[in-house]
């Protein structure tokens, strides 16, 4: 594989952001994901594939050691910044057309509720696999949801919740985001949901983490 | 405060020390919001809670997240029913640490909290009376954002350590004040800590954790380090912080926990306050309650708590579903 394609991977996994950042002390003065990520597009290396072979494969990486418990919500969060880094000089290429967003993930935090890590973490590694992500933040209502997705009738939505309190206001979402929008695909997550809390509220899909809410995402897409 | 303790490891009848001060709402007629910003409510939560369970062992104080982002500047959501929250950072660079000022004691609501220690030390509600503070990793993250605090420590650092280092002046002077009012110690709530690695927790909490408590513990005076993520692996350096006590969340198993803690020192757990407590039926929190005091009945040294706060709105009758089970489980 390619060598550029390579490094960016490791930048990714290691949450290496360009060759400013200190971190991980072990690549410092390196350069990162930012600076690989313009030298694979000047070689002339496609979008698509910087994507496919090169960031997703690094998040797929650091998420598998977070659910293992070798790495924790720091590192995870640099990986996903490192992405993000990589991604703002996909954009054009993405709002263009010349790369195919796999489609749109509207997410937030249920109303009630500020906890906003874990979703923080979903949406960035959605983003990274390829996906438009519009992040309504904490506190989102209901209006909020079913007005995002008047824009965007054909997109996925996240909710997360942390709170037991707040895990009940999630059933009012998923219902009328249901009555206006029935083929939407509702996934939620957060510490105290289960599967049988998600099937119990009508939504779709509940996982545990970021990677289960890609599978199911990509999954969609190709049905 | 070593008394007391003492007591506790020569006594292998269980005292429970719930962190509760919201259910006494429902017994004295009041709203969160009264209880977040007059002092002498939460007192007379607290007074009326204990008289109602004279088997408290300790009067815990509001474990409230918001006060001291509040007293530094941070703007905060209040509503009648629900925990106050930081509605955004205060800063969003660390060269601005500069510019925040250490706030005086009795700034903002600390003096309501302060004047509902006062009153419940003075009034004895409890053998023991705890004040509440946050931690002073947690209280960096509600000034500079929490996801943001994450990300610093592994890319700035100098710039995270400052922050620490003005939250900690604060947090000392504030606990501190606590000591002064009569309470018998505290509890150092230092949520976000539990997300930490091992060594990242050391570096950028229990550091300043110790300092807090070099500065205010002794004989008399007791803090308890609260940490309620999956803190398994965090315990040693939770231990190195010199605090008499530990209180643990329900993110872990006390199995785990108990064999990591010396003896002598205390450690607290860690029935679910929601999922349980809040939410459980009585014969649930009766069968749970059991069940922890029977799967840890070899550690003198535990005391049963909640693994958190008792969240707002929990029935009367799940708390006397607590208490039960702790006289039934102590009768033998
Ligand atoms: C950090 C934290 C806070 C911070 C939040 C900062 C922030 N901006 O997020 C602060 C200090 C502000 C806070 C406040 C409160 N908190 Co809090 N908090 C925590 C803590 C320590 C960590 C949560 C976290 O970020 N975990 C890390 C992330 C990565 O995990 P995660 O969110 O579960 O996300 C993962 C998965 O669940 C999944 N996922 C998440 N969302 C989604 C969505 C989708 C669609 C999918 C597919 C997957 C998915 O993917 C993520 C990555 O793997 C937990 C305790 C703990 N250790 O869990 C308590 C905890 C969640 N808090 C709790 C409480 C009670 C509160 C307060 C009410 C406390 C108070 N007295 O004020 C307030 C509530 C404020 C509010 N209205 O929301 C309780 C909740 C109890 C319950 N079950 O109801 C907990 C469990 C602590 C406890 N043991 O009691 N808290």
Redesign the interface.
């Known amino acids: 594989m390619n060598e550029i394609i390579e490094k960016l991977t490791t930048c990714i996994e290691f949450g290496k952001i360009n060759q400013k950042s200190p971190f991980p002390p072990s690549m410092r003065g390196e350069v990162g994901a930012d600076e690989l990520t313009r030298q694979a597009l000047e070689a002339g290396i496609k979008p698509v594939e910087i994507l496919e072979q090169g960031l997703i494969p690094g998040m797929n990486a650091v998420g598998l050691k977070f659910s293992q418990g070798k790495v924790f919500v720091p590192e995870m969060l640099m990986a996903a910044k490192a992405m993000s880094m990589a991604l703002v000089h996909l954009k054009p290429y993405f709002m263009s057309g010349e790369v195919k967003r796999k489609g749109t993930f509207i997410i937030g935090t249920v109303f009630g509720d500020l906890h906003d890590i874990g979703k923080n973490l979903v949406a960035m590694t959605v983003e990274g696999a390829g996906w438009e992500v519009i992040d309504l933040g904490v506190d989102v209502k209901t209006e909020s949801f079913l007005d995002t997705l008047e824009k965007y009738p054909n997109c996925a939505v996240g909710i997360s919740a942390l709170l037991t309190t707040t895990m009940g206001n999630m059933e009012s979402v998923v219902k009328l985001v249901k009555e206006k929008y029935p083929l939407t695909k509702v996934l939620v997550g957060g510490a105290p949901l289960n599967t049988e809390f998600s099937n119990k509220i009508g939504a779709d899909f509940y996982s545990r983490d970021p990677q289960g809410a890609v599978a199911y995402l990509n999954n969609l897409q190709n049905c | 405060m070593t008394e007391w303790k003492n007591s506790i490891l020569a006594h292998p009848e269980k005292i429970a020390v719930p962190v509760m001060t919201y259910p006494g709402l429902q017994l004295i007629g009041k709203s969160v919001m009264d209880m977040v910003t007059i002092g002498e409510v939460q007192y007379h939560c607290v007074k009326a809670l204990s008289a109602k369970y004279p088997a408290i062992g300790a009067t815990t104080l509001i474990m409230d997240l918001s006060v001291e982002a509040e007293a530094f500047g941070s703007l905060i959501n209040f509503s009648e029913n629900?925990i106050p929250?930081v509605s955004k950072r205060l800063i969003d660079s660390f060269e601005q640490v500069v510019n925040l000022k250490i706030p005086a004691i009795g700034d903002g609501r600390t003096k309501s909290h302060l004047t509902a220690a006062r009153l419940a030390a003075d009034n004895n509600t409890a053998l023991q009376v705890f004040g509440g503070i946050i931690g002073p990793y947690s209280l960096a993250g509600r000034l500079y954002d929490?996801?943001e605090m994450?990300?610093a420590?592994?890319?700035e650092p100098e710039g995270a350590h400052d922050l620490l280092n003005i939250c900690t002046s604060f947090l000392k002077e504030y606990a501190l004040a606590f000591k002064k009012a009569g309470c018998n110690g505290i509890v150092i709530a230092e949520p976000a800590a539990g997300?930490?690695?091992d060594y990242?927790c050391e570096e950028f909490s229990s550091r300043y954790v110790k300092q807090i408590v070099d500065f205010v513990q002794d004989d008399n005076f007791m803090v308890v380090l609260h940490n309620c993520g999956n803190t398994v692996s965090l315990v040693e350096s939770m231990l190195g912080t010199g605090a008499a006590g530990f209180h643990f969340g329900n993110a872990v198993d006390m199995c785990e926990i108990l064999p990591q803690v010396p003896s002598n020192r205390l450690v607290f757990g860690n029935l679910d306050p929601?999922?349980v407590i809040?939410?459980g039926s009585p014969e649930i929190i009766k069968v749970k309650t059991k069940e922890l005091l029977t799967r840890t009945s070899q550690y003198n040294n535990f005391v049963i708590s909640s693994g958190c706060d008792i969240?707002p709105?929990t029935k009367i009758e799940n708390i006397d579903a607590f208490f039960e089970a702790i006289a039934e489980y102590n009768k033998g």
């Open positions: 629900e929250t929490i996801t994450m990300t420590i592994l890319i997300l930490l690695a990242q929601a999922g809040k939410n969240p709105g």
